[in-house]
């Protein structure tokens, strides 16, 4: 399975975020976004991630299920959460595991709903309204639905943001363990991940980018 972009160019609200972004990264590797903020490491993921149409070049994903789009193959994890506060801790988990649904090619399978609790140190919670949860916990149960939906490609957008060092090593743990089951992923981030990615690319204002 590969990721492929070629020639990629993103434009928002008629201003040029990048051009001529090419990039290849294969089942069983990382890659890591950096950059300053404005230099389009969120609209990337958000293009490959089917949010925003790419002006130019493309993006596809080679040797992997035929059945699905690429969008449908990615996990994008955002600045949101996406939980329900009046909903409890498993609840919300409930409805990503039956939303998502799995999709096979690679990576991690889908855990059990307790068992993706438990790996996140929220199994003692889930009963309570997401609500109530800390700005971490509500963290660590937008980062849940990872486990809980097999996805081949997981596309995260500083997931470290209100983790303490404990929870970063199990988020580290769970993106180590999705790419060596021959998963991908592609992290932007300004923090350490606790990783050490196969790839990085820089990306640079007006639209330049280092390999």
Not at 92 to 107: D, E, M, P, R, V
Not at 157 to 164: A, K, Q, Y
């Amino acid at each position: 399975m590969k990721l492929i972009a070629n020639d990629l160019a993103v434009d928002r609200g008629g201003r040029l975020i990048f051009r001529g972004l090419s990039f290849t990264l294969a089942s069983g590797e990382g890659l890591l976004l950096t950059g300053p903020n404005g230099a389009g490491k969120t609209t990337l993921l958000r293009t490959i991630a089917g949010f925003l149409r790419a002006a130019e070049g493309e993006i596809r994903l080679e040797g992997a299920d035929a059945e699905h789009a690429l969008a449908e193959q990615c996990h994008y994890v955002g600045h949101l959460n996406g939980i329900k506060a009046s909903q409890t801790v498993a609840e919300n988990l409930s409805f990503w595991a039956a939303y998502l649904g799995a999709i096979g090619g690679g990576g991690m399978g889908s855990l059990p709903l307790d068992e993706a609790l438990e790996r996140l140190s929220l199994k003692s919670l889930r009963d309570i309204p997401a609500g109530y949860l800390s700005a971490g916990q509500k963290r660590r149960l937008g980062l849940a639905r990872l486990l809980v939906a097999a996805r081949p490609i997981w596309l995260l957008d500083e997931p470290t943001v209100s983790l303490d060092a404990a929870s970063q090593a199990v988020l580290a743990a769970m993106v180590r363990d999705h790419i060596e089951a021959g998963g991908l992923a592609i992290a932007a981030t300004h923090l350490p991940l606790g990783l050490d990615f196969a790839r990085e690319l820089t990306l640079g204002r007006g639209g330049r980018a280092t390999p």
